[in-house]
């Protein structure tokens, strides 16, 4: 195991970027957070292990609603903007750099929750990062984890527009690839990200290999009070650009 990779070099050089995207981003605040915050439900009094947390944002919100958080980036500027913005509230949390696939600082079967949230599809071993979240996690734990959708985010995927700009269909192909390849997240960044694809059978298969058994399995569409958030969530009422899923360690 390493906690230093292409993936983590490649966040820790745009993390001011992804801060100011992060916060001002409709999908993260207005659709991605509140799914996985409804989905992992009454975190009262639960230990809870936020991998790949970027600026703390899903752990301050956890945070509030009563568990006992701790957050881990491979990203060491994202985890000093995660503890000024933890101390700004007042919230006394632990901040960790470490990578998802070393935690060795941390004590096996320790945590009743691991949420990953749209961070394991980015890493580099996914493997290891799966089977180091098994470890520790608790008997019964849980692990709630939210990633772009494989199917639908393939080395050559995009929408075909018609002749007046209008959605028409959405194409796929090279879905078995495994490949990793830089990529600008919006014009505004100054340097491009690591992304990764994988096709949906490796994100199911280091789980099960594991002995962790699925509970749930959602591919959401987009409500009517979520589009009044944004137009853009239009595109989600026709694929699934996410994908979330909740593993159990029996």
Known sequence: MTGDDTSTRSWNAIADDWIAHADANDYRQHYLMPRMIAMLGDVTGKSVLDIGCGEGGYARELHRRGARVTGVDGSTRLIEVARQRATAEGI????????????????????DVVVAAMSLMDVEDYDGAVGEVHRVLQAGGELFMSITHPCFSAPVSAWVRDSTGALETFTVDRYFDRVAWESMITPAFRAPVVRRHRPLEDFMKSPIACGFVLREFCEPSVTDDELKQSRRFLKLARIPYFLFMRWQKP
């Open 92 to 111: 006394d949390a632990p901040f960790v750099v470490a990578n998802a696939n070393a935690l060795g600082s941390i004590a096996s079967a320790t945590f």
